[in-house]
């Protein structure tokens, strides 16, 4: 059973950084992406950044100069740094995983909070 661990999240004031960590269970061989998501309340779940395989990355325009995508494939773990820090960043984040051939695993979420 695949699981994913996130952890990293809280409370920072705006201007501030969070590096958010996903630990995981899925063998680096088998990982197709690795990805992070957020949805703050009353909205949809939205892409935030995410890596491949090969370590290309893509990020949302929102977040683009101020977070980063990270890996350590010999900790299992895949990051996510943010930096300058905005009150609209306030969200639950999710860790996302898709791994050979094409199965989805999702972290619990944790929660960000950004105050102005």
């Known amino acids: 059973q695949v699981q994913l661990v996130e952890s990293g999240g809280g409370l920072v004031q705006a201007g501030g950084s969070l590096r958010l960590s996903c630990v995981h269970s899925?063998?680096?061989?088998?990982?197709?992406?690795m990805g992070w998501y957020r949805q703050a309340p009353g909205k949809e779940r939205e892409l935030v950044a995410v890596i491949t395989r090969g370590g290309s990355t893509n990020y949302a325009d929102s977040v683009k100069g101020r977070f980063t995508i990270s890996r350590d494939n010999a900790k299992n773990t895949v990051y996510l740094h943010m930096n300058s820090l905005k009150p609209e960043d306030t969200a639950v984040y999710y860790c996302?995983?898709?791994?050979?051939?094409?199965?989805?695993?999702w972290g619990q979420g944790i929660q960000v909070t950004v105050s102005s």
């Open positions: 996302k995983l898709n791994y050979w051939p094409s199965s989805d695993a």
């Open positions: 899925v063998s680096i061989f088998a990982i197709n992406t």
